[in-house]
């Protein structure tokens, strides 16, 4: 008997090549199969007349074989299958090429299926080429005739080879149970489930296609959200250090600042605040745009942890950006006399000044005598003890995984007091539309900061043709000459040369000597060592050096508001969502910045791409945008694609869904937080493994 987890090599026709084939996409067992859904359908649902087909761009006949046979094109090296096939109604010429396997199958006399586009040709005529046949058999027809569903493969395994093996597990998917109570499948109209999983695989019609498509979703983002539910009761569960707002010195604080809080941050600033007097830890994501300023709200949630006696560990993804935030911290702080540690992998500080060796600034951390420390993954890789950590910052939070930021967490949790976590505030610069925010990071309680310092000037952006490069070069000395500074990346061009020392090295080359001979140029990439990136980075900071050429390890946080130029060589090589992080380096001063994309090649789908950053009046806008052309694991980057696996059917744009399942899984939980009364929920919820955020 075959089951759910049997592999899928014990199926019919299936050999050791295919069953490797099978995993390449995935595909181990049963279920594994059954939950492979088609990504689109050939619509080949009528059946013509061949005389009737005649006047049709597509369509399925059914006809008898006059006459099959191969040919071979010796010049092309390819073999060519002709047939001629007709019916009572007309005949057609049929063309197969390279699968000369087809006389072997195929005889003439026979009575076929088949499906596919019809071909006008001034010298052949009217004929169908590569068209799906099918031999008529007893449970019906899966290739031709039908909504025929296409699924994503490789290369060596055919789609007839797929839908063959799915039609063997209908027996199962037929006695699948619906873990779905009736109660809430009528209310919210959704057909059973054995029932859409069989109609995805081979719909009836578009109809029930429709039908069965929304019934998968629903289950799919109904499964999120209720994980989103048992994450934040099981936060609630958890005990963390009550943190008292401290107001006075909160606004001396705040009146310390050279600028005003935008209300945004203020609001933001305001809920973390609230948050942090709650007996049990913070969850939270601060959003916003690159240059709104998250830095200094984070710093309002340290400067009340710190004066509440508890530590606080603030964690950026780069050696660089730990610096930078080393730096800005410890003079916001100033005035508060904390002791502020910094940890990388090649660097340990600390803020008196004094020189500290990595082992003594580790026992100052393990003694609370280190009160905020910032840094790298070393963070979580070192042997870093907390006497009592308060806070846990994730900068960037995106360029992290979800182990990483849990081992933040859990580096502090104490042995004695295994309930006890620190409050947890996740940064995030990648706009995501708020309705895909609750989803994705929906176990988050989320801050938004939607609006900009004032005075800032809009960015131009302009995409740069390769004629027009030498024109922009003159534009850019000009600029320099008034004072001004400049970035130029470049892209990884040889993808062996992993942290891109080459491309930029001859890059730079090319610049020092013939477009910039006037200028200091610095060059930064992933080899060089931290000392020196930090002299560059510093340099660059003090307008020593005018021109940075560098990889994208400066991509993320770094805050120099003179630099007001960037170029982006071979623009087209990178993502809408980490050009719009690149640019968010400039733009960050009341002079009027410049970004100019260099393009590498002239496609029109790239400038169209390239041309919603042109346009995009903020991150959250492109974010849309980037969803729609590059789909959402192009926002997200790779290290959430934990997340996004677990969507196979539903999209992120599916908003109504979206809503519809939150609701109803908030709706589960009030009436029964333990699921005593939805057993069969219960029952699916523990099947799923619970990679959370918190875990
Ligand atoms: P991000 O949100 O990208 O982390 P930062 O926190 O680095 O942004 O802030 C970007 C720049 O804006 C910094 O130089 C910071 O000092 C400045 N800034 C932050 N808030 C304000 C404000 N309300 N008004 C003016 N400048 C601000
Ligand atoms: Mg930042």
């Not at 019919?12 to 995993?23: D, P, W």
């Not at 099959?68 to 063309?95: C, F, G, P, Q, Y």
């Not at 009027?592 to 346009?615: D, M």
Request: net charge positive.
């Amino acid at each position: 008997m075959i089951n759910l987890k049997t592999p899928i090599s014990q199926l019919t026709r299936v050999g050791k090549a295919t069953a490797n084939q099978l995993e390449k996409i995935g595909l181990k067992t049963i279920q594994d199969l059954i939950y492979h859904y088609p990504f689109r359908y050939d619509d080949y649902s009528k059946i013509f007349t061949i005389a009737k087909l005649k006047t049709q761009k597509s369509g399925t006949i059914k006809a008898k074989i006059n006459l099959i046979a191969n040919h071979r094109l010796v010049k092309k090296r390819m073999i060519i299958t002709e047939a001629i096939v007709s019916d009572e109604s007309d005949s057609i010429k049929i063309i197969w090429f390279n699968q000369g396997y087809l006389t072997k199958v195929l005889k003439s006399g026979q009575k076929i299926y088949l499906a596919g586009k019809v071909n006008y040709d001034d010298y052949y005529g009217i004929q169908m080429v590569n068209p799906s046949y099918e031999i008529p058999s007893r449970p019906g027809l899966i290739h031709t005739g039908r909504l025929v569903p296409i699924y994503s493969t490789t290369a060596r395994l055919s789609q007839k080879q797929i839908r063959f093996l799915i039609r063997q597990t209908l027996i199962l998917i037929q006695q699948t149970e619906d873990w779905l109570p009736r109660m809430i499948r009528a209310e919210h109209n959704l057909i059973g489930l054995s029932y859409a999983l069989e109609q995805i695989h081979f719909p009836q019609n578009q109809d029930w296609l429709t039908k069965s498509s929304r019934r998968l979703k629903f289950d799919e983002l109904l499964l999120i959200q209720l994980k989103n539910q048992l994450v934040r009761q099981k936060i609630k569960n958890r005990r963390a250090p009550q943190i008292k707002f401290k107001l006075k010195q909160t606004q001396n604080f705040v009146k310390s600042l050279p600028f005003k809080l935008t209300q945004a941050q203020k609001k933001s600033s305001w809920e973390i605040i609230k948050n942090l007097e709650k007996k049990y830890p913070m969850n939270r994501l601060l959003e916003g745009d690159v240059g709104s300023g998250k830095t200094v709200v984070a710093v309002i949630a340290i400067l009340n942890t710190l004066l509440n006696h508890y530590q606080t560990a603030y964690m950026a993804p780069t050696e660089i950006l730990s610096e930078q935030h080393f730096k800005t911290i410890s003079k916001l702080l100033e005035n508060f006399n904390f002791k502020i540690g910094l940890l990388t992998s090649g660097n340990s500080k600390i803020n008196t000044k004094a020189k500290i060796k990595k082992a003594e600034l580790l026992k100052k951390i393990s003694t609370g005598d280190i009160q905020l420390i910032i840094g790298t993954h070393a963070l979580i890789q070192e042997k870093i003890k907390f006497k009592n950590l308060g806070l846990a910052i994730v900068d960037e939070q995106h360029r992290f995984g979800i182990k990483q930021r849990a081992k933040l967490i859990q580096k502090s949790i104490s042995t004695e007091q295994k309930n006890y976590s620190p409050h947890f505030l996740s940064l995030a610069a990648t706009p995501i539309p708020r309705s895909v925010a609750l989803t994705l990071y929906g176990d988050l309680d989320l801050s938004i900061i939607d609006e900009m310092p004032p005075g800032r000037k809009k960015v131009i952006t302009k995409i740069i043709r390769p004629a027009k490069i030498k024109n922009t070069y003159q534009f850019v000395i000009k600029e320099i000459k008034k004072g001004r500074q400049a970035f130029i990346i470049c892209p990884l061009i040889d993808p062996s040369d992993k942290l891109g020392v080459k491309s930029v090295k001859e890059e730079y080359k090319k610049l020092k000597e013939q477009i910039f001979p006037d200028f200091k140029i610095g060059l930064l990439h992933g080899r060089l060592k931290t000392k020196e990136k930090e002299k560059i980075m510093k340099d660059f900071a003090q307008n020593k050096i005018k021109i940075l050429i560098s990889t994208t390890v400066v991509e993320v946080g770094i805050d120099i508001p003179n630099a007001s130029i960037m170029i982006i060589e071979g623009a087209e090589r990178f993502g809408l969502a980490q050009l719009y992080q690149l640019r968010g380096r400039i733009g960050r001063s009341q002079d009027q910045s410049y970004c100019f994309l260099f393009l590498e090649s002239e496609g029109e789908k790239t400038k169209k791409r390239l041309q919603a950053l042109k346009t995009a009046q903020n991150g959250f806008e492109l974010a849309e945008k980037d969803l729609e052309l590059r789909g959402p694991g192009e926002i997200f980057g790779h290290k959430q694609s934990g997340f996004m696996t677990d969507l196979k059917i539903a999209k992120l744009s599916d908003l109504e869904i979206i809503s519809l399942t939150q609701k109803t899984a908030q709706q589960i939980f009030n009436q029964s937080p333990n699921l005593e009364k939805y057993p069969s929920i219960k029952k699916k919820i523990n099947q799923l493994s619970l990679t959370t955020h918190l875990e």
